[in-house]
C-alpha cells in the first residue's frame, strides 16, 4: 500500500530563507506526483505536478524535483515572503491521489 | 469560470440525520472526486467517478453513497449521520481520472453532534 511521509510538519522561518520541504513515498509505480497549498480554511491549490518520466518542474520561485528510484520528491521554495505561509502537502498518482498529511509552513517578517 | 462549487459550507447535524453534500465544476472535467479531511490524517478519499454515469469506492467509503447527476455534479449522501464523519470534505474534478492536475472546491464542514 502506497504511504506518503512529508518531513517536518511543520517548518517557521524569517522572510527572505530559501527552504526545501521533503515528501517520500514508498511505492516508485506512480504516474505524476502533484504539491498543493492549502490556506487556512480553504481548499487545496495545486502548485505542480510532475509526471513520472520527468526530474522537475518551475513555476516562479517554486521549484519541484522528483527521484522516483528513491521516492522521494522537494519542494524548493527561493526567496520565501509571509504570503507563502500555508500547508503545503504532496500527493502521488498511480491513478488516483494519495496524499501525505503536509507541512505546515509559517515565514514571519 | 467559478471552477469546482460545493454546498453548503457549512452544516451541523445530529447523530442519525441525512444530508447530501453538493459539488459542481463548470469544466468539462470528465473525473470527480470526494474526500476528507482529518486532523493528522491528510486528506482521504472517499468515492470518484472516472467518467459521467460510472462511481467507484475509494479508501474510506463506508457510511456514504454518491451520484454522478451528470457531467457537471456529483453529489456525497450520508444516510445515517455519525459524530465519526465530522470532517472538512472536499470535492475535487480533473480531465481525467490519472496523470492530471485536480481542482478543488473550497470544502463543506460537517459536524456530527
Known amino acids: 500500500k502506497q504511504e506518503v511521509t512529508q518531513i517536518p510538519a511543520a517548518l517557521s522561518v524569517p522572510e527572505g530563507e530559501n527552504l526545501v520541504l521533503n515528501c517520500s513515498f514508498t511505492?516508485?509505480?506512480?504516474?505524476?506526483l502533484q504539491w498543493f497549498r492549502q490556506d487556512p480554511g480553504k481548499g487545496l491549490t495545486s502548485l505542480l505536478l510532475?509526471?513520472?518520466?520527468?526530474r522537475e518542474q518551475t513555476s516562479g520561485r517554486l521549484n519541484a524535483s522528483l527521484d522516483k528510484s528513491s521516492g522521494r520528491s522537494t519542494l524548493y521554495i527561493a526567496a520565501s515572503q509571509p504570503g507563502d505561509s500555508a500547508t503545503y502537502l504532496c500527493a502521488v498518482s498511480p491513478d488516483k491521489l494519495i496524499f501525505g498529511t503536509g507541512t505546515r509552513l509559517q515565514v514571519f517578517p | 469560470n467559478a471552477g469546482v462549487t460545493q454546498t453548503p459550507k457549512f452544516q451541523v447535524l445530529k447523530t442519525g440525520q441525512s444530508m447530501t453534500l453538493q459539488c459542481a465544476q463548470d469544466?468539462?472535467?470528465?473525473?470527480m472526486y470526494w474526500y476528507r479531511q482529518d486532523p493528522g490524517m491528510g486528506l482521504r478519499l472517499i468515492y470518484y467517478s472516472a467518467s459521467e454515469g460510472t462511481t467507484d469506492k475509494g479508501e474510506v467509503p463506508n457510511g456514504y453513497n454518491v451520484s454522478r447527476l451528470n457531467k457537471r455534479e456529483f453529489s456525497l449522501r450520508l444516510e445515517s449521520a455519525a459524530p465519526s464523519q465530522t470532517s472538512v470534505y472536499f470535492c475535487?474534478?480533473?480531465?481525467?481520472?490519472?496523470?492530471?492536475?485536480?481542482?478543488f472546491g473550497p470544502g463543506t464542514r460537517l459536524l456530527v453532534l
Open positions: 469544466m468539462n472535467h470528465n473525473s
Open positions: 510532475i509526471q513520472s518520466s520527468q
Open positions: 511505492d516508485s509505480a506512480i504516474y505524476n
Open positions: 475535487a474534478s480533473s480531465e481525467e481520472i490519472a496523470g492530471e492536475t485536480q481542482y
